[in-house]
Nanobody
Framework: QVQLVESGGGLVQAGGSLRLSCTAS????????MGWFRQAPGKEREFVAT????????IYTDSVKGRFTISRDNAKNTVYLQMNSLKPEDTAVYYC??????????????????WGQGTQVTVSS
């Protein structure tokens, strides 16, 4: 069983930045496609970004394009989400997730096998 642990959330003013980290246990991290999702109060969980096993390919939801960057360091078993120009509507609990089959391009949460506990991001106006 793979464990994912997120960190880096917090309270920030609109226009500010945060970097989320997610570290995985085990020795097979490099085989996993990784994704970030978020869930705002009263809303369903939504896709934010995903990155291929090598880190060479990424996909973003339209609302974060140009502001968020997903990256990974396979040597550190860690995936990152750099969030710039944050907006109040980015407020949510952010989750990282791993697809153990390594399939690239999945934006539906059903394709991901392992999930972190979530980290709260709050953006004040």
């Amino acid at each position: 069983q793979v464990q994912l642990v997120e960190s880096g959330g917090g309270l920030v003013q609109a226009g500010g930045s945060l970097r989320l980290s997610c570290t995985a246990s085990g020795r097979t991290f490099s085989r996993y496609t990784m994704g970030w999702f978020r869930q705002a109060p009263g809303k369903e969980r939504e896709f934010v970004a995903t990155i291929s096993t090598s880190g060479g390919r990424t996909i973003y939801t339209d609302s974060v394009k140009g502001r968020f960057t997903i990256s990974r360091d396979n040597a550190k078993n860690t995936v990152y989400l750099q969030m710039n120009s944050l907006k109040p509507e980015d407020t949510a609990v952010y989750y990282c997730a791993a697809d153990r089959e390594g399939h690239y391009g999945n934006v539906e949460d059903a394709y991901y096998d392992y999930w972190g506990q979530g980290t709260q991001v709050t953006v004040s106006s």
